[in-house]
């Protein structure tokens, strides 16, 4: 067993969770502003990830450049990580490789506690990426307490790059924001994203 493996209804029944459905969960978040580069970046990328429709293409010319303006904005002092094995209980199916981590701890050799926010992409369906997702976080919400460094919530994105989809973990309630936000919404995006970490920062 492993994140990939796992489906909605098997991860919430083994790890004893709870599902709110709400759509708009995320609305009242102020939007970010973006940088010029970032602007460039996606104005060149979108329509070209889109046109090769992998996975890979849709995370290196999409959603990395997104989460590097992410840790931009906190002047490098977040650590992100890109397809690394975060294997935490593999007896409990707690393991694999997540697509990206956003840890509130700086070091880049190794991912330290505190994981704040998992992010799974997809090129297709988003709602295939739910359980994947909520395994991940799961396993963050572990991994803190391992570590000695819990946080009161972790953060979800399941995203195919030009579609967003935001859900959170705060002790064993799962909440999955309905709404879907589309590139074109990017301030909104980034808007979640860094109130993520800023919440984190100051818990």
Do not use: H
């Not at 570590?147 to 979800?156: E, H």
Request: hydrophobic content about 45%; overall charge negative.
């Amino acid at each position: 067993m492993s994140y990939s493996e796992f489906k909605l209804s098997g991860v919430i029944k083994t790890f004893g969770l709870s599902i709110n459905e709400i759509s708009g969960l995320f609305a009242k978040i102020p939007e970010e502003d973006y940088s010029d580069l970032l602007a460039t970046i996606l104005k060149e990328n979108i329509d070209l990830a889109v046109s090769i429709n992998s996975k890979k293409a849709r995370s290196e010319m999409i959603i990395t450049p997104i989460l590097l303006e992410v840790r931009r904005k906190f002047n490098s002092e977040i650590s992100l990580f890109s397809g690394v094995d975060f294997t935490v209980d593999a007896e409990r199916g707690l393991n694999g490789f997540c697509d990206f981590i956003l840890s509130l701890y700086k070091e880049q050799l190794f991912v330290r506690a505190p994981v704040i926010t998992l992010v799974e992409t997809k090129n297709e369906n988003l709602k295939l990426g739910l359980a994947q997702c909520i395994a991940e976080m799961v396993a963050a919400q572990l991994f803190n307490e391992q570590q000695g460094n819990p946080i009161k919530t972790i953060y979800g994105v399941v995203t195919i790059g030009t579609i967003w989809q935001f859900l959170k973990l705060e002790e064993n309630v799962v909440s999955i924001d309905l709404s879907e936000y589309y590139i074109k919404d990017i301030k909104k995006i980034l808007g979640i994203l860094v109130n993520a970490i800023r919440e984190g920062k100051n818990n």
